[in-house]
Nanobody, 116 residues
């Protein structure tokens, strides 16, 4: 069974930093393109960063230059370093494969709250 476990969220002031982690199990992680999604109430989840199996990255315009996605294939981990955080980055953050999630699976997500 696939499991996605996100961690590292919290409350931070604007301009601060957080590092999110995601542990993935139960799937062939090393060949998958992975991403970080975020969701705010009443809105659809959006992909903010993605990374291919070979390490090529892509970012939403809203986070470009502030967020960095990385992965460790041996540990089946995906990370998101978030710097210069803004109140509009407040959301629940999830990791999953992109462009489509792995089957019906989502993790519990991790809450990021940025105060002004």
């Amino acid at each position: 069974q696939v499991q996605l476990v996100e961690s590292g969220g919290g409350l931070v002031q604007a301009g601060g930093s957080l590092r999110l982690s995601c542990a993935v199990s139960g799937t062939i992680f090393s060949i998958m393109k992975m991403g970080w999604y975020r969701q705010t109430p009443g809105k659809q989840r959006e992909v903010v960063a993605a990374i291919t199996s070979m390490g090529s990255t892509d970012y939403a315009d809203s986070v470009k230059g502030r967020f960095t996605i990385s992965r460790d294939n041996a540990k089946k981990m995906v990370y998101l370093q978030m710097n210069s955080l803004k109140p509009e980055d407040t959301a629940v953050y999830y990791c999953n494969s992109v462009p489509q999630r792995i089957g019906p699976y989502w993790g519990q997500g991790t809450q990021v709250t940025v105060s002004s």
